[in-house]
DNA sequence: CCTAATTCGTACGGTGGTGTACGAGTTGAC
DNA sequence: GTCAACTCGTACACCACCGTACGAATTAGG
């Protein structure tokens, strides 16, 4: 599930196994409370906080790694959709995978604001966002999207519904079953043409 | 600016001054950061950190008065608004009272949630979406919203939009001009009625 | 088995925040 | 001008968390 870096004397098989569900506790946690505590995370992945001090050297370090596999799996999962064809269509697609990487990693991006080199930070985002851009440019310049609206600020709204159902789904007010749905068509209704603006009475 | 409760002694001019701006100060350091320290709202305030104390027992007692003042202040603004005629027109005018509203209070609502009891809470945030409700449900039975989607939904979609701006602008990505304009152009492409689903080629 | 790797409890020092106590200095109000 | 109200620095106890040190028990791997 994690990959070591290569040059390090290879671990036991326990010690691996404790560091994926450290990972991956740690990233369940940190999306869902930024803040949560080491003992916690420890807690979370059934293990004692110091067998999680002698895997990472410290938060930063813990969080960096998380992120990273976040990131790893969020762009596997990305770069798997077929982005080509009707624009719409596409978005589409895009909208539901980047629903379960956002559903999944949720707070994970404030807890790495915090921990994490805003350079890298940068990077990171670039890296997602692109794609969905380029859908987006080829979408307005075919004319199935509106132009009105600088497209920064298209992203920025789909990634605000993203995150705002990712949200209502976490404090229980939608279920995860409806959020994709609801999502796709709300930020479908918001890129599309509007029709014409009704100039008769 | 900041009302005393009656019935306490009348406190002298430069306390009620600065009372005034702890609960200002306080307002601004907690949107921008909800974690921030009372050290700092003090320093922002200009008065000594024992001062701040000599107004306010605890952290949990400032964050509710700053929330309430903020509250107060939000529902006289938004009661102010036009919520007749035309549900566009009704809900154009909204948001744009409600763009403010968020913009100016932000992150407060996350230094509510770690302070305050959540009844509390809840019947504030009830309050306030109450208004917008009702204009959504009146606009959805005339026909103007649509409604294939969960009201609830709408009206989360909608103050994420406003939240994702609000940040937005905090960061520099956006103009705290173009913000209204660009949230109220969105929501509204958000509730309108979709053009009806072109079966035909 | 035997050994080295690994786990993990306890205990400690450091940091940064909260809230309290004391008290000296300052200033508004009458 | 006087006095009480107010300001505000310092100092302290307290707590939660981070990160380290030590060491004993456990366990994988040959």
Redesign the interface.
């Known amino acids: 599930m994690v990959e070591l870096p290569a040059g390090t004397p290879p671990r036991r098989a326990d010690a691996r196994r404790n560091i994926s569900a450290i990972v991956e506790a740690a990233t369940r946690c940190l999306a869902e409370d930024p803040?949560v505590s080491m003992s916690a995370i420890a807690t979370a992945a059934g293990v004692g906080r110091m067998t999680l001090y002698g895997h990472f050297e410290s938060r930063s370090a813990l969080v960096a790694v998380v992120v990273e596999h976040a990131l790893d799996r969020a762009e596997a999962e990305l770069s798997a959709v077929d982005v080509t064809g009707d624009p719409y269509d596409a978005m589409t697609r895009l909208l539901d995978a980047s629903w379960t990487v956002t559903f999944r990693n949720g707070g994970l991006v404030q807890a790495a604001d915090q921990a994490l080199s805003p350079d890298l930070l940068e990077r990171a985002h670039t890296q997602l966002v692109d794609r969905a851009k380029s859908v987006l440019r080829r979408g307005r310049s075919e004319g199935r999207f509106?132009k009105?609206?600088?497209l920064?600020?298209q992203v920025?709204?789909v990634?605000?519904?993203l995150?705002?159902?990712a949200t209502?789904v976490h404090q229980g007010?939608?279920t995860a079953a409806?959020a994709p749905g609801?999502v796709t068509?709300?930020a479908l209704?918001?890129l599309?043409v509007?029709?014409a603006p009704s100039s008769g009475p």
Chains 1, 2 share one sequence.
């Open positions: 803040g509106r009105d609206m600088p920064d600020w920025t709204a990634q605000s519904l995150h705002g159902a209502a007010a939608l409806r609801l068509t709300s209704a918001l599309a509007p029709p």
